[in-house]
């Protein structure tokens, strides 16, 4: 098990374009109205960099050979650090201890073992079931066939189901061991 975070921490897991994205900005909402401070941390799986905006002052610092460049504006504060290719998701956590958050939701990242939503577009989605701590599986195809020993959701039922899915999420509070 991991070591005691101050905030939740859940995965959303799930192949491209099966809707993860979509499930995080929901929640995201969901639990601002509820007054939690929510994080999210994204793994670009899809190869290469994250999109940055070309010729700011915090590229051309990184650009320069900076190992970091952050640049704060009225309300945000935006952080590019140059290598991360060492760092482990546990470090990557770590930066997020340094503000206050009452949940991290961690998009991809499949194979870590935080507790996790699975969101499943079709039937070969399914061999994702095999990964550890699998609270909850969003679907869209009607025709898949899921057990019953996790709670499960529809996809075009997410709004009507947000309250059953983030009290899931929220009650992983008692299991961080604070």
Known sequence: MHASKPFIICQIAGYKNAGKTTVIEK???YF???NKKTATLKHHGHGGE?????????????EAGSSISGVQGEKQFQLSIADVS??????LI???TFIPVDILLIEGFKQAGYPKIIVLKNEEDKKLLALS????????DEDILLSDDKKI???KDLDKELPNIAALILGLEEMRGI
Do not use: C
Request: glycine letters at 2%; a positive charge.
């Open 153 to 155: 959701f529809r996809m």
């Open 27 to 29: 929640l995201i909402r």
């Open 32 to 34: 601002t109205v509820l």
């Open 86 to 91: 060492d760092f482990s998701l546990e470090k």
């Open 94 to 96: 770590s930066l997020y």
């Open 50 to 62: 994250p999109k940055q905006v070309q010729g700011t002052d915090s590229i051309k610092h990184l």
């Open 133 to 140: 701590n699998i609270i909850a599986v969003i679907y869209w």
